[in-house]
């Protein structure tokens, strides 16, 4: 039945192309388009808040436990993207956990090249601290990009001697910009990432930078230490193996981590969740995970 839903959002998607040849603004105004005839979760507030360097969406379920927050890095592959495209997770999130949900605006590029968005990911962690959320119950998500975040602060975290949130959890993480995994080039039907938009939001964070370099991306970092971890990717995308990979060094390194392999699933599919059976069920899942580690 989801394949069937999917199949029919992506033909839906596909009579309204990103635009070619134009500017970073216009293309992040035909994304936020494109997302905004997504509905939001009901009974929640959104307000906007400082954190740190960015401004953010700061998401309140009703009834929810306010002590408890996740933090969620949007994706977009550090070009697009912001708190507006992604409230549809977000929202979903914040009802299904009942915590309140940050999803910060950090740098985008080709304006601020890297390590701009991870230095922002970082200094939002320290601000929530510094706000005075426990880290037990403090945890991190993030998709595609936003993945990489999560992840990266985590790590970041931890080399630097402080507290480690106390759940991450991974939405197609993108994290192999050597694309070494056999799937960046066996995955021909990719819908969501071609290889000409993945070599895009690389040249546009990276340029000619090392693509293995710890400040952009935590894939080959010692795990040693980080929180349990649960990683969600489907079968159709050119990322998966990104996936597969970090959660075999999570455990070889010691981490309670975990990979759920959605079949037929394109990259970051829980963005259509109100109009997903497995969108929402994967957001579902990912609530579970964090609730029962925000103590």
């Known amino acids: 039945m989801s394949k069937q839903q999917l199949a029919e959002i992506l033909a839906v998607s596909a009579q309204n192309p990103p635009p070619v ?4 603004g216009a293309m992040r105004a035909w994304m936020v388009d494109a997302l905004d005839q997504v509905p939001v979760a009901e009974n929640v507030a959104i307000r906007r808040v ?3 360097p ?3 969406d700061l998401i309140i379920p009703a009834g929810g436990d306010e002590s408890r927050l996740i933090i969620f890095y949007h994706g977009g592959g550090f070009f697009f993207g912001s708190s507006r495209t992604h409230r549809v997770i977000a929202s979903n999130l914040a009802r299904a956990a009942g915590s309140v949900v940050l999803v910060p605006d950090y740098r985008l590029a080709p304006e601020n090249p890297a390590p ?6 970082f200094a939002v962690y320290e601000w929530a601290l510094d706000q005075g959320y426990a880290p037990g119950k403090l945890a991190l998500c993030g998709d595609s990009g936003g993945g990489n975040l999560a992840l990266a602060t985590a790590v970041r975290a931890k080399e630097a001697g402080m507290p480690q949130p106390c759940a991450l959890t991974l939405m197609s993480p993108w994290l192999d910009f050597a694309q070494e995994g056999a799937s960046h080039q ?3 039907d990719d819908p969501i990432i071609p290889t000409q938009l993945l070599e895009l939001l690389i040249d546009s964070y990276l340029g000619d930078g090392d693509r293995k370099s710890s400040k952009v991306t935590p894939f080959y970092a010692n795990f040693t230490g980080l929180p349990a971890t649960l990683v969600h990717v489907g079968t159709r995308e050119r990322l998966h193996d990104d996936s597969v990979t970090v959660v075999e060094r999570l455990k070889r390194d010691g981490v309670a981590a975990e990979l759920k392999i959605f079949d037929g699933m394109c990259h970051t599919w829980q963005l259509y969740a109100p109009m997903l059976e497995e969108g929402m069920a994967s957001i579902e899942e990912f609530a579970a995970f964090i609730k ?3 103590r």
Request: glycine letters at 18%; hydrophobic letters at 20%.
């Open 21 to 24: 040849g134009t500017t970073p």
């Open 50 to 52: 400082k954190c740190g």
């Open 54 to 56: 960015c401004d953010g």
């Open 116 to 121: 701009a968005a991870h230095d922002d990911a």
């Open 186 to 188: 066996g995955t021909p």
């Open 292 to 294: 029962l580690r925000q």
